[in-house]
């Protein structure tokens, strides 16, 4: 079965357990998912939430970000801890498309010569660009004209690359880099497999009472009172 990392960095709680939900939904790849917290921020964490994940391949890291980082170095951190398989970077308001698992896995499976795939993203205009639909093409993977969703890569693709974690931008130049230098590696699918800041409205996820404080490394379990996150 073809190995697949999801990397998740997380500031925004409420939306977490739908991302989860969204993830799982799959028998065509076994999933690790790396979820990764910021704690610059982050002053607790539903504890029920955290044991549910022992039900399900998942990872969890905590790191505090430096001033001015855009989130982007919690996900080189990521890279560092992952050795082989597809890599595909989740943000922490959005879903997995509904048909990005088997289209995926088809493009894998009739394309295993190719360790980069680009698709296209419904947008429905909710962001600078006023797209209903991003389209994934080669004369759009460069800066400001591709998501960070729109790619799956596989890890001996990314290799030595990162992104830069004081520029907003960074994860589109760094898709244009890989992609200019290993243009062959690539195969672009040209269906819309994946959405854009799905969960932006509010997703109706309530914490629990239960909350999980955490310092600088390690999580430590609390029992409180109920307190909105």
Known sequence: ???LNIVTRCTRLKYINDVKNSIFNTDKFEITWWLIF?????????????????SVNCKTLFYKGE????????????????????????????????????????SIIKNPEKRGFIFSQKVGGRDFSGL??????????????????????????????RIDPMNYI?????????????????????????????LSKDSGW?????ILY???DIPVLKSIAYENL
Do not use: W
């Open 1 to 3: 079965m073809i190995n």
């Open 214 to 216: 955490i310092g600088e």
């Open 38 to 54: 910021d704690t610059r921020n982050l002053k607790e964490i539903d504890a029920d939430f955290l044991e549910s994940l022992q």
């Open 132 to 161: 209903d639909v991003r389209m994934g093409s080669p004369e759009n993977t460069k800066v400001s004209h591709i998501d960070m969703a729109q790619f799956i890569l596989r890890r001996d693709l990314i290799g030595s690359y």
């Open 206 to 210: 309530v914490s629990s009472p239960r």
């Open 170 to 198: 960074a994860d589109s130049i760094f898709i244009e880099k890989i992609y200019t230098e290993n243009k062959d590696d690539f195969f672009f699918i040209n269906k819309i497999l994946c959405h854009y800041n799905y």
């Open 67 to 106: 001033d001015g980082d855009f989130g982007h170095q919690l996900v080189n951190k990521v890279f560092d801890q992952i050795s082989d398989g597809f890599v595909y970077m989740l943000d922490d308001d959005n879903i997995i498309h509904e048909d990005f698992y088997e289209n995926i896995h088809e």
